[in-house]
């Protein structure tokens, strides 16, 4: 089977840095997604791993270690705009370009003043 | 560019009917995909398309059929509404997901 684990909340500072895990256990991986959600609002693509290791997109950041099966994101200097779902979901292998996408159950940050 | 659009936004069905909500891109991207959100579950993937005439089933694909006859343009039919397809459906298209608004759907 597949599963994606997300912790359900993260509460954070103004200003700080926070950090969201995600493991997985999948057949077939092709890629890691991360996906932010504003309450009532479409979810809006944040970054996508392939490889190992960290890519830095801006204020957010995003690891991947495939061997272990873990990813996060990494959100810094928070801002209150920030709070938000966070989703990640997998991409699962197919063959030529059919690719299907398992998401987590997701991440609720809120960001305190 | 309008992006994704769908429509419609919100729709209230009894139980057996039928409907299609539609969904539309203008950025020429191959890849579409339709998915349910409900409370505390996630997005669920109903199905996907890669290109004009080749659709394929998700996750969840039960109750719902799909057509993709241009690059345009990837319908989602509702055949007979049960309850629990109340949910809210998002379409996207592109590989790493450009998301349409959505439609809240209730059925009664």
């Known amino acids: 089977g597949q599963s994606l684990e997300q912790p359900s909340e993260v509460t954070a500072v103004e200003g700080a840095i926070v950090q969201i895990n995600c493991t997985y256990q999948t057949s077939g991986f092709n890629g890691l997604f991360w996906y932010q959600q504003h309450a009532g609002e479409a979810p809006t693509f944040l970054s996508y791993n392939v490889l190992d290791g960290l890519e830095e997109k801006g204020r957010f950041s995003s690891f991947l270690s495939r061997s272990k099966g873990y990813s996060y994101l990494l959100l810094k200097e928070l801002q209150m705009k920030d709070s938000a779902s966070y989703f990640c979901?997998?991409?699962?292998?197919?063959?030529?370009?059919?690719?299907?996408?398992?998401w987590g159950l997701g991440t609720s940050l809120a960001v305190n003043p | 560019n309008a992006g994704v659009t769908q429509t419609p936004k919100f729709q209230v069905l009894k139980t057996g009917q039928s409907m299609t909500l539609q969904c539309a891109q203008d950025m020429n991207h191959e890849y579409m995909s339709w998915y349910r959100q409900d409370p505390g579950m996630g997005l669920r993937l109903i199905h996907y398309s890669v290109g004009a005439g080749i659709t394929d089933q998700g996750e969840v694909p039960n109750g719902y059929n799909v057509s993709r006859s241009t690059t345009e343009d990837f319908p989602l039919r509702l055949l007979s509404a049960a309850p629990s397809q109340t949910s809210v459906y998002f379409c996207a298209s592109s590989w790493t997901g450009l998301f349409g608004p959505g439609t809240r759907l209730t059925v009664t």
């Open positions: 979901a997998v991409s699962l292998n197919g063959a030529g370009n059919n690719r299907k996408l398992i």
